[in-house]
């Protein structure tokens, strides 16, 4: 059986790998946030290019026009983007706007100002919701595999296990370990984000600020809820993560796993004083034994495979018919493992 050494180190290594993995999610977040600050703009530049060709609006003027009644356009824009959202939550809410303007056939540029701001969010949190939704999916099933594979590998032995069931893949995505679920949170952050947003242009047009420093103001924000996102993100994935290598414990019969800090400059107090403790599979909890244990945590975990644990591993091995135990070849690659074990499988299904 491997050493030590050899589970700390994979433990470290899948978390990075999980983690680097979320890259093409983050930056398709991050390009969802730049597009949401462009729409935003472009607002800021029609409310301007009604009065001025030197970007300067005086209040008076801005208060006049945002009261003006328009044609309840917003009512119609609604209804064209409501087919397109995915979120439930995010479509009840579109619903009660709808049935709310449907009332209104006139309504102030104020009003249609803060309720297209308002619509631009939602689509963003849709779009968030559904990214990271897929990437966790991904996750889930890296970390439940990759650790049975570093498992087998570790002790050089082979065994049946089951693929992780869907309904543990919606066990895991659905539950809301930190007392608010991950789609609940982005919904709330980018509502928070429209509101400062409206908040910054509704001070800006009527205290008379510039265009450029309006915008200026609208990065800084933005650039906040980019660094929200991505933390949230990151969080999950080591959530699901070690999760979901949890659910992979249980399917090879060991009882028990090892808290397993990446020992740094960065490493928190928490998590240093919780590197090596060994925990009982069936008791863990996140964000008190199993990780994350705050906001970026990158600890993670790792088999506890004892003298003992390592018997019932073998008896589990043995070929009933033989007698005998299958080994893993020392030098299989994740790739190779993965054919054999999982998609030669499926194929036979």
């Known amino acids: 059986m491997k050493s030590n050494t050899y589970w700390s180190n994979r433990s470290k290594e899948r978390m990075m790998e999980y983690h680097n993995e979320t890259d093409d999610a983050i930056e398709s977040i991050l390009d969802a946030y730049e597009k949401s600050l462009e729409n935003i703009n472009k607002e800021i530049q029609n409310i301007f290019n009604k009065f001025t060709k030197d970007n300067k609006l005086t209040p008076e003027k801005a208060r006049k026009y945002l009261n003006q009644k328009i044609p309840n356009f917003i009512l119609d824009l609604f209804k064209n983007i409501y087919s397109k959202i995915k979120n439930q939550k995010i479509r009840n809410w579109m619903s009660a706007r709808i049935n709310s303007l449907s009332y209104k056939s006139r309504i102030t540029r104020l009003e249609a100002l803060k309720e297209s701001i308002k619509l631009e969010y939602k689509k963003l949190a849709d779009l968030e919701i559904q990214i990271n939704t897929t990437q966790y999916i991904n996750t889930i099933n890296q970390a439940y595999y990759k650790s049975i594979f570093d498992i087998q590998k570790g002790i050089g032995l082979g065994f049946s296990f089951n693929v992780i069931p869907d309904k543990v893949i919606n066990e895991i995505l659905k539950k809301p370990w930190s007392g608010k ?47 929200v996102a991505t933390r949230l993100l990151r969080t999950e994935t080591t959530y699901i993560a070690n999760a979901a290598e949890n659910e992979s414990y249980k399917e090879c019969g060991i009882e028990k796993y090892i808290f397993v800090a990446t020992l740094d400059m960065r490493t928190s107090k928490v998590c240093q004083g919780l590197d090596r403790e060994v925990f009982e599979v069936s008791k863990a909890v996140p964000g008190e034994n199993l990780p994350p244990m705050h906001p970026n945590c990158r600890s993670a975990t790792r088999a506890y495979v004892s003298k003992e644990e390592l018997a019932k591993v073998k008896r589990r091995a043995r070929d009933p018919i033989t007698g005998k135990t299958y080994l893993v070849p020392a030098d299989i690659n994740y790739e190779e493992w993965r054919k054999r074990y999982i998609d030669k499988r499926a194929l036979t299904k």
């Open 181 to 227: 679920h991950f789609s609940e949170r982005i919904w709330e952050n980018t509502d928070v984000l429209a509101e400062q947003v409206t908040n910054i242009i509704l001070d800006g047009v009527t205290t008379g600020k510039s265009i450029d420093k309006m915008t200026r103001e609208l990065r800084e924000l933005t650039n906040t809820g980019k660094y």
